[in-house]
């Protein structure tokens, strides 16, 4: 079992930084990829960035790609998701998720464990 806890949301300027972390319980973290998804009101959970088990790989979603950069400290069981010159389009409530399958790691269906979501604002 793995909980996962979210933080580091807020309201925020368009073009300004925003840092989430998502801190896991358990000593199996670094057995499962992790990934960031958001969901805006009246939209689908979509892919945000997704990390390796050990922090190698990364994966990006378009919309993410030089603005965002996900990575992890497994010695601390926590996941991060810098954002960079955010715009308005980014409000949504994120989402961090664990998943064993790492070769499914866009693919928010095949995640194992999800945390409650923290909320992110971006004013214009």
């Known amino acids: 079992q793995v909980q996962l806890v979210e933080s580091g949301g807020g309201l925020v300027q368009a073009g300004g930084s925003l840092r989430l972390s998502c801190a896991a319980s358990?000593?199996?973290?670094?057995?499962?990829?992790m990934g960031w998804f958001r969901q805006a009101p009246g939209k689908e959970r979509e892919f945000v960035a997704a990390?390796?088990?050990?922090?190698?790989?990364?994966y990006y979603a378009d919309s993410a790609k030089g603005r965002f950069t996900i990575s992890r400290d497994n010695a601390k069981n926590t996941v991060y998701l810098q954002m960079n010159s955010l715009k308005p389009e980014d409000t949504a409530v994120y989402y961090c998720?664990?998943?064993?399958?790492?070769?499914?790691?866009?693919?928010?269906?095949?995640?194992?464990?999800w945390g409650q979501g923290t909320q992110v604002t971006v004013s214009s």
């Open positions: 998720g664990a998943v064993l399958a790492v070769t499914r790691l866009r693919v928010a269906t095949e995640y194992d464990y």
């Open positions: 358990g000593r199996t973290f670094s057995s499962y990829g």
């Open positions: 990390i390796s088990r050990s922090g190698g790989i990364t």
